[in-house]
């Protein structure tokens, strides 16, 4: 970024932003953006004016960026300045409003910078940058980043912000850090105090709060899909510490009486499986971990379609094994002790299909049921 420059570039990298497509669920990342650089623009302005400890009334006000196009190379937000009577509520600005951004645009930068690359760096921040910082990127995915265009690392290369990176710096500064999750749950419990509990495969099992709803709308569908949309408040680890709003919960389908006999049968077969000692196999095998069996019973609840015909299994080394057979291919779907799952293995011909994430474990899951049911 040249100091010519009148406008300030974001590049949302990922699946989702590819041919300059920008969701509207991360637009609030974007509102977030400019509220972080206000906020070191603030103390860009205070370090001019020695002696003031506040700046002017309407300074915020008076630093706003609009969105007026979206460049391609994955999804480029163009953000311009628009600014009111600057000299008129913040007279006397050597740099001017948009010196101001911009320089905030590159103390943002090497904020990321140093934080990605000294595990020691510790910023020393304001609360109003917290906040924002907080808010941006909370809507990141996991394949997902945001590069700072024109701004550059002391390698050369553009400086990057993935959700680790951003969790990393926020839990240097604080105990916790907010993230946007949009996904698909199992209703699991509904309270009469306008609660549900929600069944994640990423966060386990959410508290939501969801007021006369929960009796009008979610009573009588336990089990069902819901679609989900929250902010959490994650720690380091990111275990959920609370859910800070709830912004969308819909059902998805009714579940028929089929599907939970089909998902009973399997969670009985799942606990049976949990008590086993170690040396259940003629004294080899070890005790079946925690984690596999409720990752399988997740995966369950997803791909129940799947799971009418298939058998479960122990595997030698504290994991599960599901085995199926569809119009006449015998299938291996393996869950690690770790509760990682692998590619799902087709036997009759020995090919492997890798499935990196519990999504597309599902979608393959719904193909080859429907291809036996043909």
Known sequence: MSEQDDKLKLRFAGRRFEGARLPVGILPDIEAFRDLLVSFAKIGWLAEHEGRQRVPRGFDAQLSLDLIMIEDGSAVPVLAPSFGDVQGVLPGMTAGPMGLLRNAYFEVAELFHKAANDTDYK????????????????????????????????????????????????????????????????????SADGWIDVSTADYGVLKLSVGERALDEFDGFLLNEVSIEVTLELDADDRVRNVIDTHLVELIEFMSDSDRETISRAKLRLSAIAEMDAGWMDGEGERITSSAIEQAKVIIEFGRTWFNTAGIFPTLDGGIQIENSIDGDEYTFVISPSGEASGLICLSTDETKELPSLEEIFSVFETVSEVGND
């Open 123 to 190: 910023p020393v921040l304001r609360r109003d940058q917290i906040s924002a910082l907080n808010r941006f990127g909370a809507g990141l995915r996991k394949d997902e980043h945001i590069d700072l265009v024109g701004a550059q690392g002391t390698k050369g290369n553009v400086v990057s912000i993935t959700s680790a990176t951003r969790r990393d710096l926020i839990t240097r500064i604080r105990e916790t850090y907010e993230k946007r999750y949009e996904g698909v749950g199992t209703l699991l419990v509904v």
